[in-house]
């Protein structure tokens, strides 16, 4: 998972998270292909003639679009690999899409690997969109597809979710969503909801409505080299999301998954409001933009957020933004376990975390525990108060973990490096920082000295390894590993 170039990190992480997908398949398959069975719908480019409700291989659709739409609620659209483009019967929704869904259905790759089953936007049209008005608790499956050289305005560039004032749950899970773009639009009336003031948001993969209990879960996922453009010079109109967007209520998760080289105004990486982000790796996203030589004041090189917020066994590393370089909090209750945040870069705040209380709840706090911020634009860790005036209701708390306070504002209040919080100055020691590679050494001092808590039973680190293997957590997103040990047998 740590590489030394991003693109093969890529590599790695895609061939990884799309394991488990392939073996889901071979379960199902016969020959190379799954058997058509009942409720399931086929497209694909290999030369068939196709039929009737596309139910067989034989008979499959040209385009995905045709097996969509003879699909009902719950069934599966499989399709072949081949580059897919905007069809001759494509749905304007926001402008142009390659596939356009309205259902609750799983839409599937056959063979599991995105690389070999493309939606292509051929830099106009957007990949898929998501437009599911019905209340109820089926879901909205995307599995096993590239996405990429989409171009959408207002939101998702490459993939849009538009829940309805309903709940409804969308999965997307072992997809690569990868060189899209979305630009500045103001035709938010499509959406079907006022809630949507227009704008530029979610380059890869976004979706907007704050009055319905909509849920995402993205796992397996690479998105990378996403665009959310500005308009103009003017700071009011920027652009949020470069990889990412997500404003609604309800579950927002991102498991597993690379969020890299993404570009945005405001949150290079992932704009999203609360939820969780575990076992995942974000770098190299950038928030701010040139113009006329002048950074602009937006904030949130590797995410952002608007409320509770949720890290875990996740590596931020060389984000880049005019305020908080790795990750801006806004507000609500935040917490961070064994992350490793390192090398993130900005102009003023916090190149590591920023934190930003002002006018929210007695509950606005933010809790790390187990982490690692290191080398990050100074200071680290920083809070921001406009009022000038810390309130009892600003909590932060860190625990166990390696970090310096240099510049933190109200250091003296926070008093993070007292006795008996666990907290040190130290050199991680990581294997090797000039590659990247920031698992610990053996002889480092975060070794085995996190505070042991009840989700680690059972779960693993970003390496996939079990979270804690020689009693003690270690501090950071991945445990060591003793290698050439040896065992005597009696």
């Known amino acids: 998972m740590f590489a030394s170039q991003e693109h093969n990190s890529a590599k790695k992480v895609t061939r990884r998270f799309v394991h488990s997908a392939l073996l889901v398949v071979t379960a199902f398959s016969c020959g190379f292909l799954p058997c058509a069975i009942s409720d399931d719908h086929y497209a694909a480019q290999n030369g068939q003639t196709p039929a009737g409700s596309y139910t067989t291989w ?265 305020r908080a370089g790795g990750i801006y909090l806004t507000s609500g209750g935040n917490f961070i376990y064994n992350s490793t945040i390192v090398s993130n870069r900005c102009i003023s705040g916090g190149g590591g975390i920023l934190m930003r209380f002002v006018h929210h709840a007695n509950n606005a706090h933010l809790r790390i525990w187990n982490s690692i911020m290191y080398s990050n634009y100074t200071p680290n860790i920083n809070v921001d108060n406009p009022t000038n005036t810390v309130e009892e209701r600003l909590s932060l708390q860190v625990t166990n973990s390696c970090f310096t306070t240099n510049g933190l504002a109200y250091e003296s209040y926070f008093n993070l490096m007292a006795p008996g919080k666990g907290n040190f100055t130290n050199n991680p020691q990581f294997v090797s920082f000039a590659d990247n590679n920031f698992r610990l050494r053996c002889e480092s001092p975060c070794v085995n000295t996190g505070t042991n808590q009840e989700w680690m039973a059972g779960s693993a680190d970003l390496d996939g390894r079990a979270r804690v293997r020689y009693g003690a957590v270690d501090m950071g997103a991945c445990e060591v590993v003793y290698e050439g040990a040896f065992f005597g047998i009696r």
Request: proline share 3%; glycine share 16%.
């Open 58 to 322: 034989e008979t499959a659709a040209s385009n995905i679009q045709d097996a969509v739409n003879a699909a009902t609620t719950n069934d599966t659209v499989w399709v072949g690999a081949g580059r897919y483009t905007v069809p001759p019967n494509a749905t304007n929704y926001v402008g142009y899409n390659v596939v356009f869904v309205d259902r609750p259905i799983t839409l599937r790759s056959s063979n599991g690997i995105p690389e070999q089953t493309v939606i292509d936007g051929q830099a106009s049209n957007r990949g898929v969109a998501v437009r599911y008005p019905f209340s109820g608790t089926n879901r909205i499956v995307l599995d096993g597809f590239t996405v990429s050289n989409c171009f959408a305005t207002n939101t998702g560039g490459g993939v849009l979710f538009a829940p309805c004032n309903r709940g409804w749950t969308g999965e997307v899970r072992n997809c690569i969503i990868r060189g899209n773009t979305v630009g500045w639009g103001s035709n938010y009336a499509a959406f079907g909801s006022a809630n949507d003031p227009g704008g530029s948001r979610g380059g890869g993969l976004g979706t907007y409505n704050i009055s319905c209990s909509f849920g995402i879960v993205v796992s397996n996922c690479v998105i990378q080299n996403n665009t959310a453009l500005h308009k103009g010079a003017g700071l009011q109109v920027g652009s949020e999301g470069g990889g990412v967007f997500i404003r609604a209520n309800g579950i927002k998760n991102f498991v597993q998954c690379l969020v890299g080289s993404n570009f945005a105004t405001t949150a290079g990486g992932i704009y999203m409001t609360g939820g969780s982000v575990e076992n995942s790796i974000l770098c190299h996203n950038q928030a701010n933009v040139l113009d006329s030589g002048l950074a602009t004041y937006y904030a949130g090189g590797g995410a952002l957020e608007g409320g509770s917020y949720t890290l875990r066994n996740c590596l931020i590393y060389n984000n880049n933004a005019y």
